[in-house]
T-cell receptor, first 111, second 118 residues
Framework: DAKTTQPTSMDCAEGRAANLPCNHS???????VYWYRQIHSQGPQYIIH???NNETNEMASLIITEDRKSSTLILPHATLRDTAVYYC????????????FGQGTELSVKP | ETGVTQTPRHLVMGMTNKKSLKCEQH?????MYWYKQSAKKPLELMFV???????ENNSVPSRFSPECPNSSHLFLHLHTLQPEDSALYLC?????????????????FGPGTRLLVL
């Protein structure tokens, strides 16, 4: 599975959009981009995933560049409850596609 | 609430104790996982079960013994642990299906058990 790089930490003002970048320059054609988040001392929570098209759900939007070497998770109106560590993971679907967590980005939403 | 529950939520044990962690999923999934998260470290995959069969053991010491009696329940039996085993132990499940190591689907995590070994 491809490795990802994310900023260690980011701040965001409450009510503003939070844009979390992720680089995955070695991603292969069958690998998806997954995003999870982990609020302090809780289990990780699935947010969204995509292959090459942009995706949106009730939690967030995922923007994947055309060359698929990077992506951005967008929380459109961040709240204090969105303060968490956000993990970007690339992995293949199906057999052998392990979920390997890195260090993630620690997002702090401030009033 | 993700549909994956873990008990106990907190556990303190001595190095000579034997204890068990329990995980139950109410999602109708076929695959279940144990992860370990030590302080300031990423999650580490420990074990994978698919249709009650263990499909992965990620070089975990034998003092950790998993058990999967059915697709809804997963246990982690602990004995003669060391202080460095203190961590957050997380259970997850995913739909999966078929044979072999199918880890492609979205995983849903429980709240974890915070373990302290004295």
């Amino acid at each position: 599975d491809a490795k990802t790089t994310q900023p260690t930490s980011m701040d965001c003002a409450e009510g503003r959009a939070a844009n979390l970048p992720c680089n995955h320059s070695t991603i292969s054609g069958n690998e998806y981009v997954y995003w999870y988040r982990q609020i302090h001392s809780q289990g990780p929570q699935y947010i969204i995933h995509g292959l090459k098209n942009n995706e949106t759900n009730e939690m967030a939007s995922l923007i994947i560049t055309e060359d698929r070497k990077s992506s951005t998770l967008i929380l459109p109106h961040a709240t204090l409850r969105d303060t968490a560590v956000y993990y970007c993971i690339v992995r293949s679907r199906g057999k052998g596609g392990k979920l390997i967590f890195g260090q993630g980005t620690e997002l702090s939403v401030k009033p | 609430e993700t549909g994956v529950t873990q008990t106990p939520r907190h556990l303190v044990m001595g190095m000579t104790n034997k204890k068990s962690l329990k995980c139950e999923q109410h999602l109708g999934h076929n695959a279940m996982y144990w992860y370990k998260q030590s302080a300031k470290k990423p999650l580490e995959l420990m074990f994978v079960y698919n249709f009650k069969e263990q499909t992965e053991n990620n070089s975990v010491p034998s003092r950790f013994s998993p058990e999967c009696p059915n697709s809804s329940h997963l246990f982690l039996h602990l004995h003669t642990l060391q202080p460095e085993d203190s961590a957050l132990y997380l259970c997850a499940s995913s739909p999966e299906g078929g044979s072999g190591v199918g880890l492609g689907e979205t995983q849903y995590f429980g709240p974890g058990t915070r373990l302290l070994v004295l």
